[in-house]
């Protein structure tokens, strides 16, 4: 008999922001497993870290590449594919030996997280999915900033888009989210300005951990790490 399949959103960094059911799941895991940057720890896997059991065994998956390229770029999609095709393959021996394997995710497995992907090569086996909090709303709740309310409409932007793309739909959005900033930082610069909307976007990183900074997009001096984003709001205080 198969086991069970555990997919887990972790939150965007602080450990207290696990929800009760990602922590009783994780507490009836045989297995553990996690993806990591290569030569270092994976951050899902230190921000669990408290709630996974001792007993656990754990499996580790390195990227094979650790920043975006482009959508096109073959050999960087064939990379991810075969490796998440491994991935799979080294969970589905525990679960056909009838163990449960919890697979963490930062933020939420299903929003621009690695975990959906091998959920969808092991939909075969009895499967939940747990939700986290995301790494936006980690963000504007770290930079006090209230987003959207009536009939705004917020995007959620991929940094990695074309610049004219990216200006028309910052120019298009009462309110948005752009994603993988990392060294798309100056062309979203760029299509902030084209947009008229770089008076109100706020830049963001290591939100929810004790590393985490807010400032003014044009304040931003050093080069953006992985976990930043930057947040334009599309709110305004109406009655």
């Keep these: 008999m198969s086991g069970r399949f555990f997919c887990i959103g972790v939150g965007p960094g602080d450990p207290e922001l696990l929800t009760l059911k990602a ?3 994780l507490g009836e895991c045989t297995t553990v497993a996690y993806f990591a940057k290569r030569g270092h720890h994976g951050h899902a896997s230190r921000i669990a870290s408290a709630y996974i059991p001792p007993s656990a065994g754990q499996l580790r ?6 920043t975006e390229h482009p959508a096109e770029d073959r ?3 064939s990379a991810l594919t075969h490796f998440y095709e491994n991935t799979a393959r080294q969970i589905a021996v525990r679960l056909n030996a009838g163990g449960t394997v919890g697979l963490l995710c930062e933020g939420d497995p299903f929003f621009y997280g690695s975990a959906m992907h091998v959920f969808e090569r092991l939909r075969a086996y009895p499967c939940v999915v747990i939700p986290g909090v995301t790494g936006m709303a980690g963000a504007w709740a770290e930079a006090l900033l209230p987003m959207t309310q009536g009939n705004d409409v917020l995007s959620v932007l991929p940094g990695t888009l ?7 739909q910052l120019a298009g959005s009462d309110a ?4 993988k900033t990392g060294r798309n930082l100056p062309k979203i610069r760029r299509a902030l300005e084209r947009a008229g909307r770089m008076a109100d976007a706020v830049y963001v990183e290591y939100a929810t951990m004790t590393a985490s900074r807010v400032l003014n997009v044009r304040d931003v001096t050093t080069p953006a790490p992985y976990f930043s984003l930057i947040l334009v709001p599309g709110w305004r205080q109406r009655p």
Excluded: G, K, Q, W
């Excluded at 074309?162 to 028309?168: G, M, T």
């Design 176 to 179: 948005a989210v752009i994603m």
């Design 23 to 25: 922590v009783r799941c």
């Design 61 to 66: 998956f390195e990227y094979p590449y650790t």
């Design 75 to 77: 050999t960087y999609t």
């Design 162 to 168: 074309p610049e004219d793309a990216l200006a028309a």
